[in-house]
């Protein structure tokens, strides 16, 4: 579990903040990458939350894949632990950070997206990643 | 919309309450308020937590079997709008919970029968042994009035003298 949590101690509750500079993120999807660090998330001041576009620099890779380390690519948040409010009011939040690489356009550059994935998405026009998960939260 | 359980304490969470934690295996745990969620991130199990109906059911609290838990149970199928059929399921459900809280209460009653008894019984026994504690017994063999009388006098003579020594 990422949360520790000690039972008498309540400051060490984790209390989840925005993907800003310098968040490792996790990639779910199969063009190459497995880390990525953030270098801006476009739109908004204090990071990106669930379902925004960041500019990320790639940590690490695997070896045969689309993309190399150091490269500078496009990506959509996933999952995010920090929660997010829906519509009709409740709050969703995820395990960890995690993020999908795209291109200029929004495409996703991998065919596969591995783990749940928020419908946050599909007001954000990200319907390809939609089609490509094996489950919607 | 609708009208979710919560995965510890299994209220009912209504729409525009709570927090739903979805795991990397994509299994959705929805909680009604923070103390369920924080107790979640304890990892307790709410099977050992007493307050949940998860504990009150498996150790025989509350009704486990009952032919109206079926009429709650999830479907999955969208239902086909009709005006007459959302009529008389909302009747039908201020009907089953009246049944439902019926059956409940008298699972309740069944449950407490013989206490009263049993505390009658147990306060007797703690007036014998412990008079002591109230009394002295040089005392109580001196002055009669406080000792249960031997013989057998009329009920209500006997309630009174019994009365005394109860509320000292």
Same mark, same amino acid.
């Given at each position: 579990? @990422? ?12 209390? /989840? ?8 993120? =996790? ?5 190459? @990458? ?21 500019? $990320? ?81 | ?42 990892? /307790? ?7 949940? =109906? ?6 025989? =609290? ?10 709650? /149970?999830?479907?999955?199928?969208? %239902? +086909?709008?009709? +005006?007459?059929?959302? %009529? ?9 919970? =009246? ?7 008298? #699972? ?8 009263? $008894?049993?505390?009658? /019984?147990?306060? $007797? ?6 008079? #002591? ?36």
């Amino acid at each position: 579990m @990422a949360t520790t949590m000690t039972c008498n101690n309540f400051l060490s509750l984790q209390q /989840r903040t925005f993907i800003q500079m310098r968040t490792n993120l =996790k990639v779910v999807d199969n063009s190459g @990458a497995k880390r990525v660090m953030c270098i801006q998330a476009l739109k908004g001041k204090k990071g990106a939350r669930l379902g925004d576009t960041i500019i $990320a620099s790639v940590k690490e890779a695997q070896p045969r894949g689309k993309v190399k380390k150091g490269d500078v690519v496009y990506g959509v948040v996933v999952r995010a632990a920090m929660q997010r409010g829906r519509c009709d009011g409740s709050e969703i939040k995820f395990d960890d950070n995690a993020v999908v690489l795209v291109n200029k356009q929004g495409e996703p550059i991998g065919t596969r997206v591995f783990g749940p994935v928020p419908h946050e998405l599909r007001k954000k026009k990200h319907v390809k990643i939609l089609t490509l998960a094996e489950h919607i939260a | 919309m609708r009208l979710e359980k919560c995965w510890f304490c299994s209220s009912t969470v209504y729409p525009g309450h709570g927090i739903q934690f979805v795991r990397n295996d994509a299994k959705i745990f929805r909680f009604c308020r923070s103390k369920c969620h924080k107790n979640f991130k304890m990892k /307790r199990n709410p099977r050992k937590v007493k307050w949940t =109906k998860a504990y009150r059911r498996l150790h025989a =609290k509350d009704m486990t079997q009952d032919s109206t838990f079926e009429f709650e /149970r999830k479907r999955n199928r969208p %239902e +086909r709008y009709d +005006r007459n059929l959302t %009529e008389n399921t909302l009747k039908a459900i201020k009907k089953i919970d =009246k049944v439902r809280v019926d059956r409940e209460a008298r #699972h309740h009653a069944m449950r407490m029968k013989g206490k009263k $008894a049993k505390v009658q /019984r147990e306060a $007797a026994k703690e007036l014998e042994q412990s008079i #002591h504690m109230v009394k002295a017994p040089a005392v109580l063999r001196e002055d009669s009035s406080f000792t249960l009388p031997k013989i057998k006098v009329k009920a209500s003579h006997q309630q009174a003298e019994e009365n005394h020594p109860m509320e000292e």
